[in-house]
């Protein structure tokens, strides 16, 4: 087994993993977190390519950096959110978060 395949076997159970918690779980940190996890797989997907690939490049690498930072907003953004809901509603599961009001 190539160290390219077992890469790409990693940052599949990681993405199955995160879509599991996502599609499954009704806490919204929960939900998060699995997000995370499913853009890890990814960044571990575009390194593998970027390194063991038909023409290696720093590309992967690049794109990476990039879903890192994209990441990191997403996470900020989205606890903020979760804080302010948190305090108009005191809970954190998904499924009360359906309504839209100004």
């Known amino acids: 087994m190539s160290m390219l395949s077992s ?3 990693l940052a ?3 993405f199955c993993i995160g879509l599991y918690g996502v599609l499954t ?3 919204a940190i929960i ?6 996890l499913m853009l890890n797989a990814v960044n571990l997907n575009l390194i593998a390519f ?3 690939g038909v023409q290696p490049s720093l590309a ?3 794109f990476s950096l990039f879903t890192i930072s994209v990441a990191a907003a997403e996470a900020a953004v989205g606890i903020a959110v979760l804080i302010v809901l948190y ?16």
Not at 31 to 36: G, K, R, T
Not at 87 to 102: H, I, K, Q, T, Y
């Open 7 to 9: 890469y790409l076997t």
């Open 12 to 14: 599949a159970v990681l």
């Open 25 to 27: 779980k009704r806490n």
């Open 31 to 36: 939900v998060l977190l699995s997000i995370e």
């Open 50 to 52: 970027s390194k063991y």
């Open 60 to 62: 992967g690498q690049i």
């Open 87 to 102: 305090r108009g509603r005191a809970s954190v599961n998904v499924d009360e978060f359906d309504e839209l009001r100004g």
